[in-house]
């Protein structure tokens, strides 16, 4: 409890930093419209994928200050010395800036309604796909992020790194969303994205928690 009060009051703190990614996202899909043109066909055909692709970015863009202002200002060395359980620390860490990020992302991704015109059923699994995936999004790029901690222009690789490993997620989230606009079944793929979150969220913490030791020991 008192490591969830701390990453929760450092976040409040730091509202410009967790602020930037939403923005980008907001600014993604209100533009995009713009670009495309107005078609109704050509707007529901691409928005699903359009707001995926501004919620993935958004979230890559979200994660250099994840673990970084942690090695530099010591919280990282003070948990390491003291035996506190990283992992929890990172899972803590991480669950907060999903909220965040994501979390908000995925309400604001009911934009698409008025925007790409899509119905409020393909809204509501547009939405359900980004709760369901984008956890294990957030700790791919948690990896990525945690990987390049220690190199001078590692938040540059960051994306490089995440980006590729993001990609089926991706696919699969819009697939689904497909699925159920022409009425078919799209549960399955929401479910297997549900599980690879979790399973992720059981997993990585501890590989990045041990990737974390090793950047602060080098």
Do not use: C
């Not at 691409?46 to 970084?68: E, H, N, P, Q, R």
């Not at 908000?104 to 980004?130: D, H």
């Not at 990045?208 to 030791?213: D, G, Q």
Request: glycine share 6%; hydrophobic share 65%; no cysteine.
């Amino acid at each position: 409890m008192q490591l969830w009060r701390r990453e929760w009051q450092v976040k409040q703190q730091g509202a410009v930093q967790w602020l930037y990614p939403l923005v980008l996202f907001l600014v993604i899909i209100t533009l995009f419209p713009l670009a495309v043109g107005s078609e109704p066909a050509l707007l529901q055909r691409l928005g699903v994928s359009a707001v995926w692709i501004a919620a993935l970015l958004s979230l890559v863009m979200g994660v250099d200050g994840l673990f970084k202002p942690a090695l530099d200002n010591g919280t990282l060395a003070q948990l390491v010395v003291a035996k506190a359980s990283l992992p929890l620390w990172v899972l803590i860490r991480l669950v907060i800036h999903w909220i965040f990020s994501s979390g908000i992302v995925a309400l604001l991704s009911l934009l698409a309604v008025p925007l790409f015109q899509l119905s409020w059923f393909e809204a509501w699994i547009l939405m359900a796909s980004i709760v369901t995936g984008s956890p294990m999004l957030l700790m791919l790029s948690a990896v990525a992020s945690s990987l390049t901690l220690s190199l001078k222009n590692g938040a540059v690789l960051v994306p490089l790194i995440a980006l590729p490993m993001q990609l089926p997620v991706l696919i699969f989230a819009t697939g689904a969303v497909d699925l159920f606009a022409t009425g078919l079944n799209g549960l399955p793929i929401l479910a297997l994205l549900l599980a690879g979150s979790i399973i992720s969220v059981l997993v990585m913490p501890w590989v990045i928690a041990l990737t974390l030791k090793m950047s602060w020991l080098n």
